[in-house]
Nanobody, 122 residues
Framework: QVQLVESGGGLVQPGGSLRLSCAAS????????MAWYRQAPGKERELVAH???????KYADSVKGRFTISRDNAKNTVTLQMNSLKPEDTAVYYC????????????????WGKGTLVSVSS
C-alpha cells in the first residue's frame, strides 16, 4: 500500500557531499515521521535522522552538524543532505516512514525502502 523509493547514493571521496532523496507513494493521506536509517557491513541498522510532519528532528550524534534532513509534507518526500562525509558513513541508507494515514482511514505501518548504497572512499 505504501512504497518508498530512494535515490542519490554513490561513491564519494572523504569530505565530499551527497544528497539522498526518498519518495513515498500509495494511497497516502499523511505521514507522521519520515526517517533515514543506515546499516554498515557487519553492524546493526541505526537511525541517522528523522523529521516529523510538525518539523521536529532528531539526529544521530555521529552526524550532527554534517547531515540535514528535510521533507515536503505535501509531496511525501524526504531528503538527507550529507556533507563532510567520512569513511565511517559508508553504509546502505534506508528510507523509513512511521505513522502513515491512508486514504482508507488506516493509521499505522512501518514502511521501508530497498536502500541505496553510500560509499565514502578515496
Amino acid at each position: 500500500q505504501v512504497q518508498l523509493v530512494e535515490s542519490g547514493g554513490g561513491l564519494v571521496q572523504p569530505g565530499g557531499s551527497l544528497r539522498l532523496s526518498c519518495a513515498a507513494s500509495g494511497s497516502i493521506s499523511s505521514i507522521n515521521t519520515m526517517a533515514w536509517y543506515r546499516q554498515a557491513p557487519g553492524k546493526e541498522r541505526e537511525l541517522v535522522a528523522h523529521r516529523t510532519s510538525g518539523g521536529s528532528t532528531k539526529y544521530a550524534d555521529s552526524v550532527k552538524g554534517r547531515f540535514t534532513i528535510s521533507r515536503d509534507n505535501a509531496k511525501n518526500t524526504v531528503t538527507l543532505q550529507m556533507n563532510s562525509l567520512k569513511p565511517e558513513d559508508t553504509a546502505v541508507y534506508y528510507c523509513n516512514t512511521k505513522g502513515v494515514r491512508l486514504i482508507s482511514g488506516y493509521y499505522g505501518g512501518n514502511y521501508w525502502g530497498k536502500g541505496t548504497l553510500v560509499s565514502v572512499s578515496s
